[in-house]
């Protein structure tokens, strides 16, 4: 576990130790099926996964190897003649399913906290015991952190569902998929602490406005109104980014915007690449304005 906890906060860890824990076990101790010997497995199996070095074809044995002999003390029922056959069965058969490289952290938790046996008698990690393990202040607490997460995600979609797209009229574009929910979601499940709401509401926005020009130029517009966004986008991109952002945006959209869904996503664009903006210079103290800008061209 130590192995594991320190490759996933950066320390350059070799992995020499860790193949050293298996010699001589895979025969004797790890056949036996004991329950902590299946812990030793699970854990040995979730470590041999972080590998970042090219030449780590010892992990990749060894993850090989646990991995398969938890399916078979899964699925021979071996797990299951435990008395905490539950506990153990749920956090191997997760394991299996969902590798590290495909898991998303807090579905990961949730999963950790459904499992979380805080009334054990018997621990399923490694043979080390500490008094820390098993204690229901760690469940209250992960329990309370989910929720406090789950709530912040809720206010930010209803934000930008309810307030954000309604100001800024996009479900008047009949023609766009409507994907608030999806772009939203595909930022919090990486980007899930609840300081990094700016980061969460900025992906989300840039994703929205991303489906509804894609929908626009491949249903929406005419070729009239897609030259004349491409235009009104150009005219901004040749502006210095050492301007104010007031000088930057040298477009009256109730004259030169075609028609009304150009204006719609013009000024979306307008509203959206300004509030990241600012709020990037508050941060950076330097403009990347046009950076923005140049992304959406």
Not at 27 to 44: C, N, P, R, V
Not at 126 to 133: E, H, L, M, Q, V
Request: charged share 25%.
């Amino acid at each position: 576990m130590a192995f594991r906890i320190l490759r996933l906060n950066g320390y350059d860890v070799s992995s020499d130790p860790l193949t050293q824990i298996t010699k001589g076990k895979h025969e004797s101790s790890f056949l036996s099926g004991h329950q902590k010997e299946i812990g030793d497995a699970l854990e040995l199996c979730r470590a041999s996964q972080i590998i970042i070095f090219p030449d780590e074809s010892a992990l990749e044995k060894q993850h090989s190897w646990s991995s398969h002999f938890l399916k078979q003390k899964l699925y021979n029922c071996t797990i299951h003649a435990h008395r905490l056959d539950k506990f153990v069965s749920q956090e191997v058969d997760d394991t299996l399913k969902f590798p590290f490289h495909a898991n998303l952290d807090r579905a990961a938790n949730r999963r950790y906290i459904e499992h979380y046996n805080a009334d054990s008698t018997r621990i399923l990690k490694t043979s080390y015991c500490s008094s820390n393990i098993r204690n229901e202040d760690f469940l209250t607490l992960a329990v309370e952190d989910f929720n406090i997460c789950q709530s912040i995600h809720c206010e930010e979609l209803k934000y930008l569902e309810s307030s954000w797209v309604v100001e800024n009229r996009l479900d008047k574009l009949k023609f766009a998929r409507q994907k608030t929910a999806y772009c939203y979601f595909s930022a919090a499940a990486s980007l899930f602490s609840p300081e990094l709401s700016d980061a969460r509401i900025s992906w989300a926005k840039n994703g929205i406005l991303t489906t509804v020009v894609d929908d626009f130029f491949d249903v929406g517009g005419s070729i009239e109104e897609l030259e004349n966004l491409i235009q009104l986008v150009e005219k901004c991109v040749s502006v210095s980014p050492f301007f104010c952002l007031e000088h930057l945006w040298d477009v009256d959209v109730a004259v030169d915007c075609c028609s009304e869904h150009v204006q719609i996503i013009f000024s979306a664009l307008q509203s959206t690449i300004s509030e990241i903006g600012a709020k990037a210079f508050t941060i950076q103290g330097r403009s990347v304005t046009s950076h923005i800008i140049d992304i959406v061209r």
